[in-house]
């Protein structure tokens, strides 16, 4: 057994194990912290396989954006973890069910793929060869109205979604932009005149 294979397994060992505390831990923090893990985990199986752009993607984006939202969103949110957890045992043998079918199905494509695939029919690659060069090439020639649909996709994702969450709480206070750019010197302070009251004589005792 090489370096590059024992690397693999040890990744890959990690990102089952992190994958798994994901959806067991108690903690909702702890949860995403889990997920971080997997995904650097698996950004170092993408650097064994020479794919350096994608795994720098996965960390850049994954973890360095989209985590650190959820973490943001996670202890913001006061989220009942108890009610949450109160249907897990009763929906675990369908997800188990739907876990295993997964994992022979892509079991399945990777025995055919190392069956029928040899090692003569793979292409060898100059020394300068640059895989961010040529996934860019591919992206943008082969790919593009795809990428484009993507795109659109995302986009009316991110509004609808905007668009959903966008409502006015009572218990929480509001400014709205529009009057503070309104709001004249007059309406900011009042001044209220009042008759000066009489001086008190001091009692005497």
């Known amino acids: 057994m090489d370096s590059t294979t024992l690397f693999f397994y040890v990744f890959a060992t990690i990102a089952v194990l992190a994958s798994l505390k994901v959806i067991t831990a108690k903690n909702p923090v702890h949860s995403a912290l889990f997920l971080v893990l997997t995904f650097f985990s698996a950004a170092c199986i993408w650097m064994l396989l020479k794919a350096e752009f994608l795994a ?3 960390v850049l984006v994954y973890v360095g954006a989209v985590m650190v939202l959820f973490l943001f969103v996670v202890m913001m949110l006061d989220i009942n973890t108890d009610k949450m957890r109160e249907g897990f045992w009763r929906s675990l043998p369908i997800a188990g069910f739907v876990g295993a079918v997964i994992v022979l199905e892509l079991a399945a494509v990777l025995m055919h793929t190392f ?3 040899k090692a003569s029919d793979v292409p060898t690659m ?3 060869f640059n895989n961010t060069k040529a996934l860019g090439t591919l992206l943008y ?5 795809p ?7 995302l986009l009316v994702a991110i509004i609808a979604a905007i668009a959903l969450t966008l409502r006015r709480r ?9 009057v503070a750019v309104r709001t004249k010197r007059e309406d900011r302070i009042r001044l209220v005149k009042m008759p000066a009251s ?4 001091p009692s005497s005792t």
């Open 170 to 178: 009572k218990d929480v206070r509001y400014n709205d932009p529009s």
């Open 147 to 153: 990428f484009e649909v993507a795109a659109v996709i």
């Open 126 to 128: 100059p020394a300068n």
């Open 198 to 201: 009489p001086k008190q004589p």
């Open 56 to 58: 720098i993607t996965l």
């Open 115 to 117: 069956n029928t695939v």
């Open 141 to 145: 020639t082969e790919y593009l109205f």
